[in-house]
C-alpha cells in the first residue's frame, strides 16, 4: 500500500480497523511504500509529491505523512506497534541504487556517481566503487530493523553489485534473523544466483508468472506459457513473490489490463498454482482500476485521494461497499480463504494440461487446469483465460495418482465442468 494515498494520506491511517480489515483477509505482511523521506517541493521532481524512490534522507521519514510533522519519527514508531499488535509484519523500500537529488543526511553521507540511470532524472546513483559506501548503506538497513522492520523490499537490485548485497544480508541476519529481503529483479537467468548467492528470501516474479499473465489478458499470450515458466522455475518457484498488480504496473481492472474487476482466471493462477507468497495492492481486492490516474495506473507521485480506495476506507471503517465492488471482495475473501488451507498453501502441484485433448473442448492456449494434493486431500482447479463459457472434460492421468502417492486415480474416467468467462472453478476430486 502507498499510505500516502489511504485515507487521510497519514500513517495514522494505517489505523487498528484497517489493520484488522488485512488481518481478516489473511494478510501475513504490509508493505508501506514511501514512509522513508524523498525528495519533494522540489523543481526537479516528478508529480507534485515526488517518486518514493528519490530518497531524500535515509534516516528521516516523510513529513507529510505525519499529523504532527515534528513527531513523525515516533508516529512511526506507533505504526509499527499497530501492525505488530494486529499479528502483522511491516515491510518498507530499500533504495540502494540512487537517491535524490536533493540527499542529504546527519550520518557523513553517501558517495555519489554524479549521474543517474535511465530517465530517473531525479535521482543520482550511488557509488559503490566508494570504500565507505558499503558500511553507509548497511548502517541504513541496520537501523531500520533496530525500529521494529520486519523486512525490505530492495528496488532495482540489478543496477547494485551483488558482492554488496550478499554481505549485507548476511550482516543483517547475524543481528536480526528473521528480517526477510525481497528482490526487485528482471532478469530471470538471474534469479538463482540471487537466490542461492546473493541469498534473498523471495524475488518478485514480475518477467516471469506476472508478464506471462499480461501477455494473456492483453490477447497475445498463450496459457501454455504458464506451464514453461512454472518449468523455467523449478524448485525456485516457491521463492517468488506472485502478484498480478504493484505500483508500477497497470491495475487489473483497468482498461489497459484485462478490463474488468473480475478477472478471476488469474488470480487463481497466480495465487493457487503453487506455495509462493502472492501479492495484493491496495485496493485489487475490491476492483480499483485506477481510472482516476495515468494509463491504468494508481500515481506514486501525486498527492491524490482516488474515489474507489476511499470508498474502500470507509468501508473499512463501517460503510456499504457498492454492489459491484463487494462482490469482487466477497470472491477475493473465498480465493484468499481457500489458498491458506493446507490443500493450497502446502500441498503438491499437478500440471494436468499435457494430457487434455481438443476433443474435451480443452484449449491449451485459453484454458489451464491443475492438481494441489496435500494429506487425504486433492482439488481440481481449472482456469478459463477465454471471453466464453468453457464446457470441459478433463483428464486426469495415472501419473498424478501415482505422484500424490494415491493407491489409485480418484476419477479415471475424467470430470466434466462448466467455467464461465475469465473465471476459475475448484473441484474435490
Known amino acids: 500500500m502507498l499510505p500516502r494515498l ?162 549485507l544480508i548476511s550482516r543483517i541476519k547475524e543481528e536480526f534473523p528473521e528480517v526477510i529481503f525481497i528482490a526487485e529483479v528482471y532478469q530471470k537467468e538471474k534469479y538463482r544466483m540471487y537466490i542461492e548467492d546473493v541469498h534473498f528470501d523471495y524475488l518478485y516474479d514480475k518477467s516471469g508468472l506476472y508478464d506471462v499473465l499480461r501477455a494473456i489478458a492483453a490477447g497475445h499470450g498463450t496459457a501454455r506459457a504458464i506451464t514453461w515458466n512454472w518449468q523455467f522455475l523449478q524448485d525456485l518457484q516457491p521463492r517468488m513473490l506472485n502478484f498480478l498488480e504493484n505500483h508500477d504496473e497497470q491495475r487489473l481492472a483497468s482498461p489497459w489490463f484485462s478490463g474488468q474487476p473480475g478477472y478471476y482466471a488469474a488470480l487463481c493462477a497466480s495465487l493457487m498454482l503453487n506455495t509462493a507468497p502472492f501479492m495484493l495492492y491496495f485496493g485489487q481486492e475490491t476492483g480499483v482500476d485506477a481510472s482516476e490516474g495515468h494509463e491504468g495506473r494508481t500515481s506514486i507521485f501525486n498527492f491524490a ?72 486431500e486433492t482439488m481440481l482447479l481449472c482456469c478459463n483465460f477465454s471471453g466464453f463459457e468453457a464446457h470441459l472434460r478433463i483428464r486426469i492421468p495415472q501419473h498424478a495418482a501415482d505422484y500424490f502417492g494415491l493407491t489409485a486415480n480418484p476419477c479415471p474416467d475424467g470430470i466434466s465442468l462448466t467455467v464461465a468467462p475469465f473465471d476459475y472453478i475448484v473441484i474435490t476430486v
Not at 97 to 109: E, F, Q
Not at 328 to 338: E, G, P, S, T, W
Not at 339 to 358: I, K, N, R, W
Request: net charge negative.
Open 6 to 167: 489511504w485515507g487521510e494520506g497519514r500513517m495514522s491511517s494505517v489505523d487498528d480497523a484497517t489493520l484488522g480489515y488485512l488481518r481478516g483477509l489473511g494478510v501475513s505482511h504490509v508493505w508501506c511504500t514511501g514512509i522513508i523521506r524523498h525528495s519533494t517541493g522540489q523543481p526537479f521532481v516528478k508529480g507534485d509529491a515526488g517518486s518514493p524512490y528519490a530518497i531524500s534522507d535515509y534516516y528521516d521519514v516523510n513529513p507529510y505523512l505525519a499529523d504532527v510533522p515534528s513527531r513523525r519519527k515516533q508516529e512511526f514508531r506507533s505504526l509499527v506497534r499497530r501492525v505488530h499488535s494486529h499479528g502483522l509484519k511491516l515491510i518498507v523500500d530499500f533504495v540502494p541504487n540512487h537517491v535524490g537529488c536533493d540527499y542529504s543526511d546527519k550520518h557523513g553521507g553517501i558517495p555519489l556517481c554524479g549521474w543517474h540511470d535511465y530517465d530517473w532524472t531525479d535521482t543520482i546513483k550511488i557509488d559503490y566503487s566508494a570504500g565507505r559506501t558499503w558500511e553507509a548503506m548497511y548502517g541504513i538497513v541496520r537501523f531500520w530493523a533496530s525500529k521494529g522492520v520486519d523486512g525490505f523490499r530492495c528496488d532495482m537490485v540489478e543496477l547494485v553489485p551483488p558482492e554488496f548485497l550478499k554481505w
Open 305 to 376: 485521494r482516488p474515489e474507489s480506495l476511499q470508498r474502500l476506507y470507509a468501508f473499512v471503517h463501517g460503510e456499504a461497499l457498492p454492489a459491484v465492488e463487494a462482490a469482487v471482495l466477497a470472491r477475493y475473501r473465498a480465493a484468499l480463504q481457500l489458498a491458506a488451507a493446507p490443500c493450497v498453501g502446502e500441498g503438491l502441484t499437478f500440471d494436468l494440461c499435457y494430457c487434455q485433448s481438443s476433443e474435451d473442448g480443452f484449449d491449451p492456449d485459453r484454458h489451464f487446469a491443475f492438481l494441489r494434493h496435500y494429506g487425504g
